[in-house]
């Protein structure tokens, strides 16, 4: 246990113990000048000493620690209780381990053994099957356990359940990778985007691109994509999401737009629109466009290659479907030891306290303060000895 303070930049308030100092330093009592004969006898070459003389030193000592016990209050003193520590260690063992590689991995480590899996189950439950959420239980482990007890993690050499974004946990760990692998969910057959394709006579060479593609996205991801072509006067399908259109835009194009749809379309002209792609030179290659409830793709020339040189690049197919079916979700899947949580800098598990162990002092040194200022007044208005009233 011990004096704590949670504001530590009110200690900025101490400079201010210069101001008493110094005025008791340069005041001076008024003085009365009166000669006498004695004066002609002292001789030229003596000369007077200077000392330093502190006028009543008890009201300085008192209003320096008026001063420096208002500090102490801005700082938000607080009594801090030792931190509970729990009777050992917390080790977390994450499906897909094996029982055996795990206490080998623990060294026959004391502590309570759990399964990193929803409500932490205890070891010797049957293990998990289903995926879990290995991030966010990390995470929540972090925060609930109390800040003195040590935490051992065991994961298998390919982890699952993550979010995109290394977790960071604020109290030291340790980090065990052991032979085996997370189930990550049942992804079974990945979404079909059906594309909606309706073109003119004139785009018959943009469909071989268009189709080469749609060839990449389904070798990237087996049957995402289904293709379906016709002319230009053949109505969109009611509930087609994903519209290529190459053919001069007409008003039922725009309509199928606002209502929600997201279309790439050719041949059209202006500056509306935020630039999605540029050539080399900066100049725009396609806009995207909001309309109602959907947007539009809205390429200035042609799905060619002379209107845009971008399509032969080999990165055009990630191009395209980022334009049209949004970014890619986030890994959820990595090799252990490139998914260790990292450390925060500059919080240790043994520093960090409840806040139900911190007792806020303010009332105390509040009371002091008024006690000292009561003090502080009652000597600086007493009369001193000689003087007049």
């Known amino acids: 246990m011990g004096l704590g303070f949670l504001f530590p930049l009110g200690f900025a308030a101490l400079a201010a113990l210069a101001v008493p100092l110094v005025l008791h330093l340069v005041r001076r009592l008024d003085l009365v000048r009166t000669e006498f004969a004695a004066l002609r006898w002292i001789g030229a070459r003596t000369r007077?000493?200077?000392?330093?003389?502190?006028?009543?030193?008890w009201l300085l000592l008192l209003r320096l620690s008026l001063l420096a016990v208002l500090a102490l209050l801005l700082a938000g003193p607080v009594w801090q209780s030792p931190a509970a520590r729990g009777d050992g260690g917390f080790i977390a063992v994450a499906p897909g381990v094996d029982r055996a590689a795990a206490r080998a991995a623990a060294h026959a480590e004391e502590g309570e053994w759990h399964w990193l899996a929803p409500g932490f189950p205890a070891f010797e439950e049957p293990q998990p099957a289903a995926s879990v959420p290995l991030a966010s239980l990390l995470r929540?482990?972090?925060?609930?356990?109390?800040?003195?007890?040590?935490?051992?993690?065991?994961?298998?050499?390919?982890?699952?359940?993550?979010?995109?974004?290394?977790?960071?946990?604020?109290?030291?760990?340790a980090w065990s990778v052991v032979p085996g692998r997370m189930a990550g969910p049942s992804t079974g057959k990945p979404a079909s985007l059906r594309l909606e394709v309706r073109?003119?006579?004139?785009?018959?060479?943009?469909?071989?691109?268009?189709?080469?593609?749609?060839?990449?996205w389904n070798v990237q991801r087996p049957?995402?994509?289904?293709?379906?072509?016709?002319?230009?006067?053949?109505?969109?399908?009611?509930d087609a999401t994903h519209l290529v259109w190459l053919a001069p835009i007409s008003e039922d194009v725009g309509r199928w737009v606002e209502r929600g749809g997201t279309a790439l379309v050719?041949?059209?002209?202006?500056?509306?629109?935020?630039?999605?792609?540029?050539?080399?030179?900066g100049r725009p290659l396609a806009r995207v466009i909001?309309?109602?409830?959907?947007?539009?793709?809205?390429?200035?020339?042609?799905?060619?290659?002379?209107?845009?040189?971008?399509?032969?690049?080999?990165?055009?197919?990630?191009?395209?479907?980022?334009?049209?079916?949004?970014?890619?979700?986030?890994?959820?899947?990595a090799v252990?030891?490139?998914?260790?949580?990292?450390?925060?800098?500059?919080t240790r598990h043994g520093e960090r306290r409840d806040p139900a162990d911190a007792r806020p002092l303010d009332a105390w040194f509040a009371l002091l303060a008024a006690m000292l200022l009561l003090a502080e007044r009652l000597l600086a208005t007493r009369r001193r000895r000689g003087e007049t009233a």
Do not use: K, N
């Open 223 to 238: 049957g995402c994509c289904e293709l379906a072509t016709a002319s230009s006067d053949v109505p969109v399908a009611a």
């Open 336 to 346: 252990a030891a490139q998914a260790e949580p990292l450390q925060e800098t500059g």
């Open 140 to 173: 929540e482990l972090d925060a609930a356990l109390s800040p003195g007890r040590p935490l051992h993690i065991i994961v298998p050499e390919e982890v699952a359940g993550l979010d995109g974004e290394r977790p960071r946990l604020v109290r030291e760990f």
């Open 290 to 333: 909001a309309r109602g409830q959907g947007c539009m793709v809205a390429l200035p020339g042609a799905l060619e290659p002379v209107d845009l040189p971008i399509l032969l690049d080999a990165d055009f197919p990630q191009r395209l479907w980022r334009a049209l079916a949004g970014s890619s979700p986030a890994p959820t899947r």
């Open 199 to 216: 073109h003119d006579a004139d785009a018959e060479g943009a469909l071989v691109y268009l189709q080469a593609t749609v060839a990449a």
């Open 266 to 281: 050719s041949g059209v002209a202006g500056d509306e629109g935020e630039p999605l792609w540029r050539d080399a030179a």
């Open 48 to 57: 007077p000493q200077r000392r330093v003389h502190i006028e009543r030193p």
